[in-house]
């Protein structure tokens, strides 16, 4: 039976490979507007003392709660296995002004090895904050309307859930929508320049678009979730 299912787990990333590898260059992903029945919960927060200025950074918080049993996959997890590990993107519109160049996770890390996808995992199974570095790019006339996407995956002992993306503030829950005031600064519209050091392998939780291939992807498999059934696990 659980070679079945590790099985069964492999097919379904496996579809969604070949799924990703025929869509065209993908923008912004397709966006869940209500919760599931692990009812996580982002909540984006910006320090006041910190003015986003053009040429600078500042950075923003997402706290992060997990549904009672459901645990969410770490950001530093390898997606190797089959596992979807956390991940954040800027969505479209506000990519010229503003662009992620680091994440770091801070609370509880659960290191452990799932016997049904036979890898090695990293989880949180409660409350803890993403605090994402976001480099101002270029200066802005008026107010930017600021969100993040983060796109993730819980399990509980006996299932996963298919990946999804929510756009944090989550307006649809009654979160109100964050407008930034960008002070006048030097432009810097080069890709990536000055970015500073990445700490760990978090680096690899920003979803860029350098190649028009990783963000497809990845975020072709919301497309598919609703058609995907809930991926059964094995605990053990």
């Given amino acids: 039976m659980k070679n079945c299912l590790r099985t069964y787990g492999h097919l379904v990333l496996l579809a969604t490979l070949l799924f990703s590898a025929a869509t065209s260059r993908a923008t912004d992903p397709k966006l869940s507007l209500r919760f599931g029945v692990d009812s996580t919960m982002f909540v984006l927060q910006l320090d006041p003392n910190e003015k986003p200025k053009c040429g600078s950074t500042f950075h923003a918080t997402i706290h992060v709660t997990p549904g009672p049993v459901w645990h969410i996959w770490s950001a530093s997890m390898s997606a190797d296995g089959g596992l979807t590990p956390l991940k954040l993107k800027l969505p479209e519109t506000i ?28 989880a949180h199974f409660g409350k803890y904050d993403i605090i994402a570095t976001i480099k101002v790019r270029d200066n802005a006339p008026a107010p930017v309307p600021f969100s993040i996407y983060v796109y993730f995956q ?11 993306t929510f756009a944090v503030p989550m307006t649809f829950a009654g979160q109100k929508p964050i407008e930034l005031t960008i002070a006048p600064g030097t432009a810097d519209t080069t890709h990536l320049a000055g970015e500073p050091p990445v700490e760990t392998s978090d680096k690899s939780s920003i979803m860029e678009d350098k190649d028009g291939d990783t963000f497809g992807r990845f975020f072709a498999m919301e497309s598919t979730a609703i058609a995907q059934p809930i991926y059964r696990r094995m605990a053990g």
Wanted: hydrophobic share 35%.
């Fill in 95 to 122: 990519q010229k002004y503003f662009e992620i160049v680091s994440i770091k996770e801070v609370g509880k890390l659960t290191l452990g090895f799932d016997s049904s996808f036979m890898t090695d995992t990293k």
């Fill in 154 to 164: 819980t399990c509980n002992e006996v299932l996963c859930l298919p990946p999804r």
